[in-house]
């Protein structure tokens, strides 16, 4: 079982570099990061409950923070939790993936989503009633930009003839792709045109529910003709560090591939506690460097 983390990285918390190096320094396997590229002023789209984090408003750019990250590390997996795909270029995003992985030796993973800032969308030129689709067109002409010489796609929203686009990516035949969310068409997604499902678990309770949607993960992969456990799953969760050894070890039993926990964006010295109190818990399952 692999054990990471995921959080908003701002101007007013802990730098990149200094995350990236307590992260793999103390053992962890995997930093991911999410993004707002905004938020509108005038919001009416609900957020879960309570208001809005501050994190939000603030986040960095994820490729220019990872690029920074990739730069002062040498094992640790990186990537996004999420990329609001579609709201994003796909060409752009293709050249920007490909380069990153580069950079960190073939060490990024693409994990990405719809998004649910309707406002936010709208204001990239996107219907929210289409993103779902916008989201598959875009990763799969992505994919055709990492792996052929010459790529195209047509399609309902994108379309381009023959282009060339260098670099590839150094992973082959791409970097992981996964599909973020937990709703009820999004395992029929995962499967359709993803590596991976990142799911999320707010308890130690939730997880008697997830193991049912891996199981069913597990069936629509069968029916594909997909080997078993080809599609990975990466759990995020919520959970606090007291929790954290009891949600490792169920999660464990699920033979889920990782576990990355959610953490706030704090200053260098809050993050370095709170990641010694998760290194603690997680002792068993960690590597740290020599």
């Not at 802990?14 to 992260?23: D, H, K, L, N, Q």
């Not at 598959?136 to 003839?161: C, P, S």
Request: charged content about 20%.
């Amino acid at each position: 079982m692999e054990i990471g983390f995921s959080t908003f990285l701002t101007d007013e918390g802990i730098s990149p570099a200094e995350f990236g190096t307590s992260v793999e320094g103390l053992g962890f396997a995997a930093l991911f990061l999410a993004e707002h590229t905004h938020i509108p002023v005038a919001r009416h789209t609900p957020y879960g409950s309570g208001e809005l984090p501050r994190a939000y408003f603030r986040s960095l750019d994820p490729f220019v923070a990872l690029s920074a990250i990739a730069a002062v590390t040498e094992r640790v997996r990186i990537g996004t939790a999420i990329a609001l795909v579609a709201q994003r270029d796909p060409i752009i995003l293709a050249k920007e993936v490909a380069t990153l992985d580069r950079i960190s030796g073939g060490r990024f993973e693409l994990g990405v989503g719809a998004g649910w800032n309707l406002e936010e969308i709208r204001n990239h030129g996107t219907r929210p009633g289409s993103r779902t689709r916008l989201l598959r067109e875009r990763v799969l002409a992505i994919k055709e930009l990492w792996t052929r010489e010459q790529a195209e796609f047509h399609g309902e929203f994108v379309d381009f003839d023959p282009v060339f686009q260098w670099p590839k990516p150094l992973q082959r035949p791409h970097p992981p792709v996964l599909i973020g969310g937990m709703g009820p068409t999004v395992l029929q997604r995962v499967v359709d045109y993803a590596d991976g499902w990142m799911p999320f678990v707010s308890s130690v309770g939730a997880i008697d529910k997830l193991a049912h949607r891996i199981a069913e993960l597990d069936n629509l992969t069968a029916h594909l003709g997909r080997a078993p456990k080809m599609v990975s799953v990466v759990v995020t969760t919520g959970v606090s560090a007291d929790d954290a050894a009891v949600v490792v070890d169920r999660l464990a039993e699920l033979d889920v591939h990782r576990v990355i926990f959610n953490l706030d964006a704090l200053p260098t010295a809050q993050t370095d506690a709170l990641l010694d109190t998760y290194a603690a818990a997680c002792a068993d399952h960690l590597r740290p460097a020599e």
